[in-house]
């Protein structure tokens, strides 16, 4: 049972390149979520899913796109990257329907972008 | 949003008692708290959760005022791996149950 799976854990892009953060997890968890953490900040919700075909945003959307497909994977895209988007991202699941369950998170993917 | 209120830093030493508080006032009658914390470089990691009752596990304890309006996390022993942001967060019971996080307080344990 591996859990949260993320993918890349470092990577480096030029303003305005494109990339993809993969997300994996093996526990059948229909809640998947998309946050960043800046120095000293908390984590903040970027998008997140209740389910493969539904997605939504969260807080911070702007400037990455997100699609589930399969329960299992949650990938997190940037278009057009920016330095602003320099920062450590964290995929998360869970099950749904309480808020009582216990989220479960990836070990972070950092990303610079210069 | 669910809004959570807690000191930015705590110092506590070693193999003693540490009580993390949080306020959380507009807290609804259907909102769990919710508490993890994040090692350096880490993500978050769940430490306990909690409605109405008080809570234990291995970890932690977890005491919830009769309002609901504020609650303590409560390490019984600290040791040098309980270093760590400690998050106290309202897991909204509406929608998609999202967490929303503040910034924690960082607990320094001295040896």
């Known amino acids: 049972n591996a859990g949260v799976t993320q993918t890349p854990k470092f990577q480096v892009l030029k303003t305005g390149q494109s990339m993809t953060l993969q997300c994996a997890q093996d526990?059948?968890?229909?809640?998947m979520s998309w946050y960043r953490q800046d120095p000293g900040m908390g984590l903040r919700l970027i998008h997140y899913?209740?389910?493969?075909?539904?997605?939504d945003q969260g807080e911070v959307p702007n400037g990455y796109n997100v699609s589930r497909s399969t329960t299992e994977d949650f990938p997190l895209r940037l278009l057009s990257a920016a330095p602003s988007q320099t920062s450590v991202y964290f995929c998360?699941?869970?099950?749904?329907?309480?808020?009582?369950?216990?989220?479960?998170f990836g070990e972070g993917s950092w990303l610079t972008v210069v | 949003d669910a809004k959570t209120t807690q000191p930015n830093s705590m110092e506590s030493n070693e193999e003693e008692p540490v009580h993390l508080p949080c306020n959380h006032s507009?807290?609804?009658?259907?909102?769990?708290i919710h508490w993890y914390r994040q090692l350096p470089s880490q993500g978050p990691e769940y430490v306990i959760h909690?409605?109405?009752s008080n809570v234990n596990n291995r970890m932690a304890s977890l005491a919830i005022a009769e309002d609901r309006k504020s609650s303590t996390l409560i390490l019984h022993r600290a040791t040098l791996r309980d270093a760590a942001v400690y998050y106290c967060?309202?897991?909204?019971?509406?929608?998609?149950?999202?967490?929303?996080f503040g910034t924690g307080t960082r607990l320094t344990v001295i040896p």
């Open positions: 998360a699941s869970r099950h749904p329907g309480n808020s009582g369950n216990t989220i479960y």
């Open positions: 526990m059948n968890h229909e809640y």
């Open positions: 899913s209740v389910g493969a075909g539904i997605t």
């Open positions: 507009t807290i609804s009658g259907t909102d769990y």
């Open positions: 909690g409605l109405t």
């Open positions: 967060i309202l897991s909204v019971s509406t929608g998609a149950n999202n967490l929303f």
